[in-house]
Every structure is written in structure tokens, then in C-alpha cells.
T-cell receptor, first 114, second 109 residues
Framework: GAVVSQHPSWVICKSGTSVKIECRSL??????MFWYRQFPKQSLMLMAT?????????EQGVEKDKFLINHASLTLSTLTVTSAHPEDSSFYIC??????????FGQGTRLTVV | GQNIDQPTEMTATEGAIVQINCTYQTSGFNGLFWYQQHAGEAPTFLSY??LDGLEEKGRFSSFLSRSKGYSFLLLKELQMKDSASYLC??????????WGAGTKLIIKP
């Protein structure tokens, strides 16, 4: 069964609105979760590291005020895309590391901003 | 800078064997991962190598040479369902995953 649950699988929203994506670790507690973005035919790009109990760490070039991350508990991290624009349309994926040797991925969220 | 190189696309025949190469240059090394990603889906874990040599797991095997900064994923007895992108990723000195762009594998009957 799934180890990491990501919701929703796909979402269409209007420009200017906000979208929240949830990532839940089902089998184990996760102090760290990763959020990735993937544009068509491109590699996964790390956006930020979500840390339970502290602020997220954002990669260079990722606007922290636009992509709000909240690691509410040891099993839940949320990514909110605020004031979404068409260029934010992408595939967003969360992952939960287990030790140093494995990472479990959520199912991904296909965001389309119209 | 950090760099992962793998071929953009490969084509192989059902039932055959294919080898997907990955070369890397990273600041530190804490292991190399191979993931399979079908279109529109999240990656799924295939293998992890941290020591030199070949790791076999069913139809899939992965090889690592740390001195050469080189790995390959070997897929045997190819099936149509193996058509996917294969992503090479290296865990650097901070345990951050550095991703390759992926190799799109096309399987023909």
C-alpha cells in the first residue's frame, strides 16, 4: 500500500486563486519532507525542504511568500500556491525520506492554472 | 557545479536487454538512486547503490563505480510496461538528491 499520500491528484484553478496540496506520511513519522516541481519533459526540481516545528528551507529562486509550506505535524506537510498564475502550472510532488537510503513519493498533483 | 548526465531517450525491443548510463559530478557522495517514472505519475524507487559493484534485483540491476562517477541501470527481458522515464539521482554531501533529467525508454514490439 501507499506509504505517502498526496492530495489532490489534479486541480484546475483560476488565476489569482490559491491552491493547497497535502502530503501525508502514512506509515512513519517524518520530521522532513521534500517538495518538488516538475515541468513537462524536465527533471524534478527541489523547491523546498519542509521541517516539522520550524520554517521550511527554500531553494534559490523559489519565492517563499508564493509557495507557503506548513509542516503541521510529523505526518502532514502542506504546500499552498498563492495567487496562482498560468506559469505555476506544473506537476508538484512531495517525498518523505526514510533514513539516507530511500525516499517515498506521493502520487503527485497536476496543477493547471487557467 | 553539480551535474548528472544521462541520455535523453533510448529505444529497445521487447524481450531484449538495455543499459541506461548515468555519469555524475557532485560535491560529496552518499549514494546513487534509480527511479522509474511513468508519464504523469510520481517516481517509484528501483535501486540504491553506495558501494562499487553490481546489485541485482529481479529483471533490474544497477552498477556503480565511484572512482569513475558512473552508474548504469540494466533492464533484462524487457516488457512493454517498462516504457517509462528512468531517473538517476545522487545524494550529495548534505544528503540532498541531485536529479538527472531522466532517460525516456521506448519499448517496441
Amino acid at each position: 500500500g501507499a506509504v505517502v499520500s498526496q492530495h489532490p491528484s489534479w486541480v484546475i484553478c483560476k488565476s489569482g486563486t490559491s491552491v493547497k496540496i497535502e502530503c501525508r506520511s502514512l506509515d512513519f513519522q517524518a520530521t522532513t519532507m521534500f517538495w518538488y516541481r516538475q515541468f513537462p519533459k524536465q527533471s524534478l526540481m527541489l523547491m523546498a525542504t519542509s521541517n516539522e516545528g520550524s520554517k521550511a528551507t527554500y531553494e534559490q529562486g523559489v519565492e517563499k511568500d508564493k509557495f507557503l509550506i506548513n509542516h503541521a505535524s510529523l505526518t502532514l506537510s502542506t504546500l499552498t500556491v498563492t495567487s496562482a498564475h498560468p506559469e505555476d502550472s506544473s506537476f508538484y510532488i512531495c517525498s518523505v525520506p526514510q533514513g539516507d537510503t530511500e525516499a517515498f513519493f506521493g502520487q503527485g498533483t497536476r496543477l493547471t492554472v487557467v | 557545479g553539480q551535474n548528472i548526465d544521462q541520455p535523453t531517450e533510448m529505444t529497445a525491443t521487447e524481450g531484449a536487454i538495455v543499459q541506461i548510463n548515468c555519469t555524475y559530478q557532485t560535491s560529496g557522495f552518499n549514494g546513487l538512486f534509480w527511479y522509474q517514472q511513468h508519464a504523469g505519475e510520481a517516481p517509484t524507487f528501483l535501486s540504491y547503490n553506495v558501494l562499487d559493484g553490481l546489485e541485482e534485483k529481479g529483471r533490474f540491476s544497477s552498477f556503480l563505480s565511484r572512482s569513475k562517477g558512473y552508474s548504469f541501470l540494466l533492464l533484462k527481458e524487457l516488457q512493454m510496461k517498462d516504457s517509462a522515464s528512468y531517473l538517476c539521482a545522487v545524494s550529495d554531501s548534505n544528503y540532498q538528491l541531485i536529479w538527472g533529467a531522466g532517460t525516456k525508454l521506448i519499448i517496441k514490439p
